[in-house]
């Protein structure tokens, strides 16, 4: 498997990588481990590749206070930051997003793969999509016209599709980080591709004992990470003290509500996809809850 | 189309070559310079038979382009001898130990994957034992469970692992850390399933 000819590019500095990757034909490479199988299979076949790999200012995670609110603190990961960076810089926090990157590929995979070109690629499977989105992380993209932020929720629209303009580039990563929020995430790998046939991210606050601003979002499922309102509607305002009902009651029918068409291949149909749903739903609630009550009292 | 020229330190040479923009590490390696331990199997970034070190970290060459590559270090199975990074091999204490003048240009882990015939086909033997170096390099003393786990990027067509994870353990027995350094990167068990058990799927 070869790839087609294309032009390669090194740029060093965020201006130039801009511009190389303004023509049409131009396309942006992270740590290549979408972008190269792509390549050699020539489901694309760019102009151009711009290789992100010199621009260090993009490689790195930093804990941010929020501006006016000095109780909170955002984490920021750089969009060239690989998978194993993350997981040696181990934030407190966000469990959800380590739990996923954890998950993704194996050793060497998560070695090259970078947080931004996972999220990036839009691989309706890929795992660190479900923690963003749970977390309600904001995406950092920067253009010819300037900077913009997208919400985790409003950036990936289908297999393989963003909303990132092929002129734009990904910088950077912020996820919120409550100090009493407990966040989780479980899957279960696909048998044959080695991604998620469904995984599922779950963060939630406990406060006075109560369950407060459950997000639950679910990959693998449809061809865009997806919301699951109704485990969100169940859990809100549920009781932690009694957290294996509340946990069970939540999760159930866990697919209640999910209205885009569920995924399906010739090993994992839709049907098996809804129906493992609930089970994964349950385990990454389960530790987001049992860590959030591990954490609740840490704020004054 | 571009072509490149490219530097890339191979097991401690200094290796040139002007490529394609589209030439894959893989191929550099084996077909430019020679190194021809790194196998190609999948192709497709699954099976880790084309595992080599790049600067430090394991990686799948195959999904590496060799201009990607410039300016690195890159080292393969046939570059390693002695214990993995941070550790040293206990002499004394295991009676299966091989006198190392027997086998002199392998390190530890190679011969304990000799010794537990922790190999048939030898073909995915280089990226296995690169990444075991690895693995025990940040987990010292793994569990099985471990050994399966970190071993999940390396699929092997003939052994069903089981001598496999055996020549990791005997590997880890014979080694003990330098100096500690606390931070491995521990296990995620909310992840059901993907490492190899053994069966032929
Ligand atoms: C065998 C195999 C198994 C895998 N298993 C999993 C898995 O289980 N779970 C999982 O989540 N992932 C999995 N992956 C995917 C992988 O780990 C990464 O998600 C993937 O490599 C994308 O990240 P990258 O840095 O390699 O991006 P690249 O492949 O370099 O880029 C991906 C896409 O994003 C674009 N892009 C990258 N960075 C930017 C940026 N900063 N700005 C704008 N655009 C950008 C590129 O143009 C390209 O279209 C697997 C991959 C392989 C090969
Ligand atoms: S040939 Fe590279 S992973 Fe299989
Ligand atoms: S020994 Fe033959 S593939 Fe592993």
Aim: net charge negative; with cysteine; glycine share 12%.
């Amino acid at each position: 498997m070869i790839p087609p000819q294309f032009d390669y590019e090194r740029p060093t500095s965020l201006d130039a990588a801009l511009d190389a990757v303004a023509p049409p034909d131009a396309v942006p490479l992270a740590g290549g481990h979408d972008l190269i199988p792509m390549l050699k299979a020539r489901s694309v076949s760019p102009g151009t590749v711009v290789d992100l790999g010199g621009l260090d200012e993009l490689r790195g995670v930093e804990r941010v206070a929020d501006e006016g609110d000095t109780t909170t603190e955002q984490l920021s990961v750089g969009a060239l930051t690989t998978d194993a960076d993350l997981l040696d810089a181990a934030p407190t926090g966000a469990d959800a997003l380590l739990d996923a990157t954890r998950a993704v590929g194996d050793a060497q995979i998560r070695n090259r793969g970078t947080v931004g070109g996972n999220l990036a690629a839009a691989h309706p499977a890929s795992d660190i999509p479900a923690a963003t989105l749970a977390a309600d992380a904001t995406l950092h993209l920067v253009g010819p016209d300037g900077d913009r932020e997208v919400s985790a929720e409003g950036f990936a629209t289908g297999d393989h599709e963003t909303v990132r303009a092929s002129d734009e580039l990904l910088t950077r990563i912020s996820v919120p980080l409550a100090p009493d929020a407990g966040s989780a995430y479980a899957r279960k790998t696909h048998p044959s591709t080695g991604y998620a046939a469904v995984g599922v991210a779950a963060r939630l606050r406990v406060v006075d004992g109560v369950v407060i601003g459950p997000r639950v979002a679910a990959v693998g499922l449809c061809d865009a990470p997806t919301r699951l309102a109704a485990v969100e509607d169940r859990l809100a305002g549920a009781d932690a003290g009694a957290p294996v009902e509340a946990v069970e009651s939540a999760t159930t029918r866990a697919g209640d509500g999910v209205d885009a068409p569920v995924r399906e291949d010739h090993i994992v149909s839709a049907d098996q996809r809804r129906a493992l749903l609930p089970k994964y739903a349950e385990q990454a609630v389960s530790e987001a809850l049992a860590r959030a009550v591990g954490r609740e009292g840490v704020v004054a | 189309m571009s072509e490149h020229e490219v530097t890339v330190t191979v097991d401690g040479s200094a290796e040139r070559a002007t490529v394609e923009a589209r030439r894959l590490l893989v191929h550099a390696l084996r077909e430019e310079w020679g190194y021809t331990q790194p196998n190609v199997g999948c192709e497709s970034g699954k099976c880790g038979a084309c595992t080599v070190e790049m600067d430090g970290d394991v990686v799948k060459s195959c999904c590496v382009l060799a201009v990607q590559a410039d300016g690195s270090e890159v080292t393969t199975v046939g570059g390693v001898d002695g214990a993995p990074e941070g550790l040293a091999e206990v002499d004394a204490g295991d009676p299966r130990a091989t006198p190392a003048g027997d086998n002199d240009e392998f390190g530890p882990v190679q011969r304990s994957f000799h010794e537990e015939h922790g190999l048939q086909c030898g073909y995915c033997t280089p990226g296995m034992v690169l990444r075991a170096r690895d693995l025990l390099a940040d987990i010292p003393d793994p569990s099985r469970e471990e050994i399966r786990e970190g071993l999940k990027g390396n699929v092997c067509r003939c052994t069903g692992y089981e001598n496999v994870v055996d020549a990791v353990e005997a590997a880890a027995a014979k080694l003990e850390p330098i100096e500690t350094d606390g931070g491995t990167a521990g296990q995620a068990d909310t992840v059901d399933g993907g490492a190899p058990t053994g069966g032929d799927d």
